[in-house]
């Protein structure tokens, strides 16, 4: 994580601070106005203040280092680090926007950090670039008082960097508070009209391959495409699914919800901790996109002659699972879950209740061929549709794993055709809009498969794009991007 940047220059505009510059401690003016050499009653010098621990800082600051040292997924970490902490409340949720806040905003502010500093930020140590990045944060993006967030973060480096370390994060967060971020994007952010990509990847904290791969998404459009990375960077509302038969919307609307806009057992919990709800903790309702939801549905609704048997190819971690276990009993059905992975497995067996559950490669399976009726493949793919919700993913995701992805994924595609009867139904499913992800995929098996208008099955969702595809998008629907082609086998 450390180093990265959204694209444009490293250093325009403005001159860098030494990393030597002096600050507080360092024989210049402080915090609360102590003076520094000669200031003291004695007239020796008078130590710098004992810094003050913030604990809602110091977990923020826990979260970024454990997620640039041992990759760390952060909307996994955060809520055992707040146990942990014992931190609640306000404390609880600064800590959740810092440290969220900030890894959304990596690029952005690194090359901010840049035109303060004579360092590039891939030269500064990542403990103390961590440590700025969480002040720049606080400073162009919060409400809290620029004298504030500059000592809390001079505090923080003091307590977990070093005090020489100290000096340069307060002469580079003295220079970054000297403007608001609108004014550093204009200094740093390179034209629209000259480079689009770049200006949207520094504006909107996106590495240039991602931003590419939406505007190509989006058709080109240049301000749909801004749209939609500024929807990335929005804190997404938590939604819950009702398992049918299992959990009512009206249990969960009961415990503190709201009805979601367009799935039927969707729900947005306005706040709280989901797993304190009684129906979470008995696996009767879960966490779970409201198009995530809404993609297993629309494999559900195709009509079929005959009816029964069904198959999650790639199962793990099990939300869409847990739906279709539930929507298949309902019908007199029954899933079939797989994954690969045997602890992908097991958090399937724990999301489920009636569906078998198996450890098994859907690139070679071991059932036999045609003995479903419908077939989900939730195909592992570069996940960009869901950058709200892992705000480090972007930072790990590289373009030049797409041609492996894509690759594993035609295969899956082949097998889940294999796997499904003749006038049988698959459902093939990406949390990413990019299109060699996407429709290239789908494309490849166009002359084997009668193409279904996957819009058809999803009546109360509109603007889903052009057909025969469906594509759900954060800026339009509120949700995780998620594309869905249905398919009957011939």
């Not at 080109?220 to 959990?247: E, F, K, M, Y």
């Not at 304190?276 to 009509?303: F, H, K």
């Not at 492996?404 to 899956?412: C, F, G, K, V």
């Not at 509109?462 to 594509?471: E, I, K, W």
């Amino acid at each position: 994580m450390s180093g990265q940047t959204g694209g444009g220059g490293a250093a325009r505009g403005t001159q860098g601070a030494s990393g030597g510059s002096r600050g507080r401690g360092g024989g210049s003016q402080g915090r609360g106005g102590s003076q520094g050499r000669g200031g003291g009653a004695s007239g020796g010098r008078r130590r710098p203040p004992r810094p003050t621990r913030d604990e809602a800082r110091n977990a923020a600051y826990d979260l970024m280092r454990a997620v640039d040292e041992r990759d760390a997924y952060a909307n996994l970490l955060m809520p055992s680090l707040l146990r942990q902490r014992r931190l609640g409340g306000r404390d609880a949720a600064l800590a959740t926007e810092l440290a969220y806040g900030t890894l959304r905003g990596l690029g952005t502010y690194d090359e901010i950090i840049a035109a303060c500093s004579d360092r590039a930020p891939e030269h500064v140590d990542p403990p103390l670039l961590d440590a700025i990045r969480l002040g720049v944060h606080q400073l162009l993006k919060t409400r809290i008082p620029p004298h504030a967030a500059v000592s809390a973060t001079i505090d923080l480096v003091r307590l977990r960097v070093g005090t020489g370390p100290s000096r340069y994060a307060n002469a580079v967060l003295r220079k970054v508070a000297g403007r608001t971020l609108e004014e550093w994007l204009a200094i740093v952010a390179p034209p629209r009209e000259e480079d689009p990509v770049g200006h949207l990847s520094v504006v909107h904290s996106h590495p240039r391959w991602i931003v590419g791969a939406l505007r190509d998404a989006l058709g080109g459009d240049v301000d749909d495409t801004a749209l939609a990375l500024a929807a990335d960077n929005d804190r997404p509302r938590v939604a819950l699914v009702a398992r049918p038969g299992r959990c009512s919307v009206e249990e969960l609307v009961e415990a503190g919800g709201e009805r979601a806009r367009y799935s039927p057992y969707g729900v947005y919990l306005t706040e709280g901790d989901p797993g304190s709800l009684r129906a979470i903790g008995e696996a009767r309702a879960a966490v779970q996109d409201e198009a995530s939801q809404l993609v297993a549905l629309a494999l559900t609704r195709v009509p079929l002659d005959r009816d029964g048997r069904w198959l999650d190819m790639c199962a793990g971690p099990g939300g869409k699972a847990g739906l279709l276990d539930a929507l298949a009993v309902q019908g007199g059905g029954h899933l079939l879950a797989a994954d690969a992975q045997y602890h992908r497995a097991r958090l399937v067996w724990s999301t489920t209740k009636d569906a078998e559950v198996v450890t098994a490669d859907g690139t070679r399976p071991p059932w036999r061929p045609g003995a479903f009726d419908r077939v989900m493949l939730d195909a592992p793919c570069t996940g960009l549709g869901a950058l709200r919700r892992r705000p480090e993913a972007r930072w790990r995701r590289d373009p030049r794993s797409v041609p492996e992805l894509t690759s594993l994924q035609r295969r899956l595609l082949d097998s889940a055709l294999e796997s499904v009867r003749p006038g049988g139904v698959v459902a093939y499913v990406t949390c990413s809009p990019h299109l060699a992800e996407t429709r290239a995929v789908v494309d490849g098996v166009a002359d084997r498969v009668d193409m279904l208008d996957a819009r058809e099955f999803l009546p109360e969702v509109p603007d889903l794009g052009d057909g025969p595809y469906a594509q759900f998008w954060p800026h339009r629907h509120g949700t995780d991007a998620m594309f869905v082609a249905l398919m009957r086998r011939r």
